[in-house]
């Protein structure tokens, strides 16, 4: 098996938004509604929404590839004010969860970090998503607040708030 972490390019999007809906019917239709889920993914994985944040400077979009196949994603947002980095998604498709991906995307996400001088890596996960809070505890997450957020449309969004700090750069010159 093949393991590649990329960016995301504008080629990438449908094939992206596809993963998308995929890993949120699996992991999401017993914590919300179909509706609630229809309406998340129609915000966050418009094709113009995901063009847009592509050419931000201050979110990356990274992919795992599996043998070439798309099988994982990660889009994260530097915090400049609290010298943060938020993991807006990280998702891996069911069938190649427990192969590492996850946590090779964590690591990109905190490469990027690290290259911005953020000091934490912050994530949002719903509050009954116990396998996602357990996967993050184990990679040194803690729950730092409870957020009940409305987000239009009659739904909210019922999460922890887990943080976990970056270890500093070492420098090459000591």
């Given at each position: 098996m093949h393991i590649?972490?990329?960016p995301v390019t504008v080629d990438d999007i449908d094939s992206l938004t596809t993963l998308a809906r995929r890993i949120w019917l699996a992991t999401y239709s017993k914590i919300i509604s179909p509706a609630q889920i229809d309406y998340m993914l129609a915000q966050r994985y418009a094709p113009q929404r995901l063009r847009e944040e592509l050419n931000l400077p201050t979110i990356w979009w990274d992919q795992a590839r599996v043998d070439g196949r798309l099988a994982g994603f990660a889009s994260c947002v530097q915090l400049l004010e609290r010298r943060e980095m938020k993991i807006d998604k990280l998702y891996v498709d069911p069938d190649h969860q427990r192969?590492?991906?996850?946590?090779?995307?964590?690591?990109?996400?905190a490469a990027h970090a690290q290259t911005t001088d953020c000091q934490t890596l912050i994530l949002a996960v719903n509050k009954r998503n116990a396998?996602?809070?357990a996967a993050y505890r184990r990679?040194?997450?803690v729950i730092r607040e409870e957020v009940c957020i409305d987000?239009?449309?009659?739904?909210v969004m019922d999460d922890?708030?887990?943080a976990r700090p970056l270890l500093p750069a070492i420098s090459r010159d000591r």
């Open positions: 590649e972490v990329l192969q590492g991906l996850g946590g090779r995307l964590l690591a990109a996400v396998p996602a809070i990679y040194g997450f987000i239009g449309g009659g739904f922890y708030l887990m």
